[in-house]
Structures are given as structure tokens and as C-alpha cells.
């Protein structure tokens, strides 16, 4: 995609203002607002419904910038070197004279943080001097946006702006790897956890259905578009939706493919916008035929198990 300048110009301006924005990034879209400024953390919550315990994401254009906020690992360095930027988001620990604004972490003395590849907003982030608080671009506990047309439809007039960066390559949000101690994922995402496992060279903990829920892709509820589903269908009902991983031969209008060849990689990058166009083609409840629980699979089955507890 073509880069923009007078949009990252824009874009940069009500930044500097303390507003927030719609952003565009490799995984979903974000609403994004001074990570320095509580102004601007505050509207971010508040544009989201998002409950103030759940705290946001920091993203930063490189390392260099990173530093003055965070203390940094090995591990967090060897994932760094090897994947960012890139889909992953890292819960590492809060220096005391970092400027986060305390809004952003509810008063947490740790952070998330995450490099995003998506070249705009790359090209946005190294134009600023301070880094973007960013969660998905979605009102709290519904389905994320992947386009800038979703962000609209969910946000309408109340959203400022909009940088328009296309469609996100990967579709679903980042994996979390807290790294604080030992490392464990707490939200499958859009990095394989075997990958980050063969450059860790040691075993990680998947801790993504705690009992006590620190993050939001822990909540049990979450990514729904807002109609019934049910998994591991076999046979569908009367007038549902039906969603398969793999196209087949069948050319019915109520069934709705998530890859040509059943590749799940290619999947997760269409799942959201696939819930999404059934929602608007009035359809009242989907029916899901069974997902590989393997790779992306793992990360489809876990977005999809939490918007089925709607
Ligand atoms: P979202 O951007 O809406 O996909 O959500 C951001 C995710 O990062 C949420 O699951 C947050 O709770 C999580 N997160 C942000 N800050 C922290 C933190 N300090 N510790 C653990 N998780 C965090
Ligand atoms: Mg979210």
C-alpha cells in the first residue's frame, strides 16, 4: 500500500492534540492516543466502553524508544531481534521514571508493548515523540475491526479520524508473552506459539484461561459479533449461517468459507470480516463445522470459543 503523507500528517497533528485516532496495523485496527498523556488514555476508554482494569498496549516504533519506559530482558531481546516488528506483544516491567501515563496501565507497574509492522504507522510512530496506547479499534467485548470501513461502522462520527492502511494483513490481534518471569502466553494471537518457541530454546506456559483475568483476551466473553454461535457443528439448522475452513463444492448462499484449500493461516486472516458480512446478511445464528486445533487453528478455535459465550 501506497504511503500517504498528508494522512500521516494529519494523523500526526491530533496526535500532538491529544486526540485519539483510528490506526491502521498488521493484526487489527487501533485506537490510538498519546500513551504519554492521561487526556488522551482517558478518551480511549471511554470511545471503547473499555473497563478502566483492562490496560492498554504500547506501541513504539524501535527499541531505542522503548527504553526509557521499560527494563529489558533477554528473552524479550531475542523475540525482538528475531520477530518485531511484528505480531507479538510483550509484558515486560515499568522503569519508575517512565512517562506512561498511569491511565493507560491502571496503575500497573508493567507494560504491554508491541512494534507494529504495518509501514504507516510505522512511518506515524517514527514521527512522534512519544509512543501510541492503542487497543482494538472495536467497542469493548465485540469483534475486532480489520478495515478502515469497520472502524466507521462500529464508531461512526465519534471516531476523529481514520488512517487508512488497507486491510490487516494478519486479521487477528498479537500473541502476549509476558516475560516478566518465566515466559507464558496469555492471549493466542497472530505469532504461532511453537515459533516463539524455537527461538526461546525453552518451554512456555499458556495461561490464557486463568481464574483472575489479566488481560481482555482473557475475558470469557469477547470478540462477538453480537449473533449466537455454535462450534463443532456437523449439521446445520434451519436458516443459520454456516461457517467452514475450507471451501467445498456446495454453492449454497448461507455458507461461508474461511480459505480456498483449508490453509489456516489464510483463515484467521478472514475470520473477522466473514463474521462480520454474515451479521450483515441478516442471518440471526452461525453454526461453525469443526477447526484443526493446531497452529493459527488454535487461534481461531480460542476467538471463536469467546464469541460463542455471547
Ligand atoms: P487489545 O489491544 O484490545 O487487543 O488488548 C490489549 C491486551 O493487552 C489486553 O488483553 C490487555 O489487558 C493486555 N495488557 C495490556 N497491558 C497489560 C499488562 N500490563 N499486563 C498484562 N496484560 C496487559
Ligand atoms: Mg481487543
Keep these: 500500500m501506497k504511503i500517504n503523507l498528508a494522512n500521516i500528517k494529519k494523523a500526526k497533528k491530533l496526535l500532538n492534540k491529544r486526540e485519539c485516532i483510528a490506526i491502521p496495523t498488521e493484526t487489527v485496527y487501533g485506537i490510538g ?27 513504539y ?28 506483544t510483550f509484558i515486560l516491567n515499568l522503569k519508575k521514571t517512565s512517562k506512561i501515563s498511569k491511565v493507560a ?6 507494560l504491554a508493548v508491541r512494534f507494529p509492522k504495518h509501514p504507516i504507522t510505522r512511518n506515524l510512530l517514527k514521527n512522534l515523540n512519544f509512543p501510541i496506547a492503542a487497543p482494538s479499534a472495536n467497542i469493548s467485548t465485540k469483534i475486532s475491526a480489520v478495515t478502515s470501513s ?5 464508531f461512526g462520527k465519534k471516531i476523529k479520524y481514520v488512517l487508512e492502511g488497507g486491510k ?59 449473533i449466537p454461535i455454535r462450534l463443532n457443528v456437523r449439521k446445520i439448522q434451519k436458516d443459520e449461517a454456516f461457517l467452514l475452513i475450507k ?44 477447526i484443526p486445533n493446531k497452529g493459527f487453528g488454535k487461534t481461531i478455535n480460542d476467538r471463536l470459543m469467546r464469541a460463542s459465550k455471547f
Design 168 to 226: 490487516s494483513l494478519i486479521g487477528v490481534e498479537s500473541t502476549i508473552v509476558d516475560l516478566r518471569k518465566k515466559p507464558q502466553i496469555l492471549r493466542l494471537g497472530g505469532l504461532e506459539v511453537e515459533t516463539i518457541q524455537k527461538i526461546l530454546k525453552k518451554k512456555i506456559s499458556i495461561n490464557i484461561n486463568p481464574s483472575k483475568i489479566s488481560v481482555p483476551g482473557q475475558l470469557k466473553i469477547h470478540y462477538s459479533p453480537g
Design 33 to 59: 492516543g498519546n500513551a504519554y498523556s492521561d487526556t488522551a488514555c482517558k478518551k480511549i476508554f471511554k470511545l471503547k466502553k473499555r473497563p478502566k482494569n483492562n490496560p492498554l498496549i504500547v506501541h
Design 247 to 290: 471451501k467445498n463444492k456446495i454453492n449454497k448462499s448461507n455458507y461461508y468459507f474461511l480459505s480456498e484449500k483449508g490453509n489456516l493461516k489464510e483463515a484467521a486472516k478472514n475470520l473477522y470480516t466473514t463474521l462480520r458480512k454474515i451479521k450483515k446478511d441478516r442471518y440471526k445464528s452461525i453454526a461453525v463445522s469443526k
Design 105 to 110: 496501565t491502571n496503575q500497573k507497574k508493567t
Design 61 to 88: 516504533y524501535d527499541l531505542k524508544n522503548l527504553e526509557a519506559d521499560c527494563d529489558l530482558n533477554n528473552d524479550f531481546k531475542k523475540l525482538y531481534k528475531r520477530f518485531c516488528p511484528g505480531p507479538i
Design 150 to 154: 469497520d472502524v466507521k461502522d462500529d
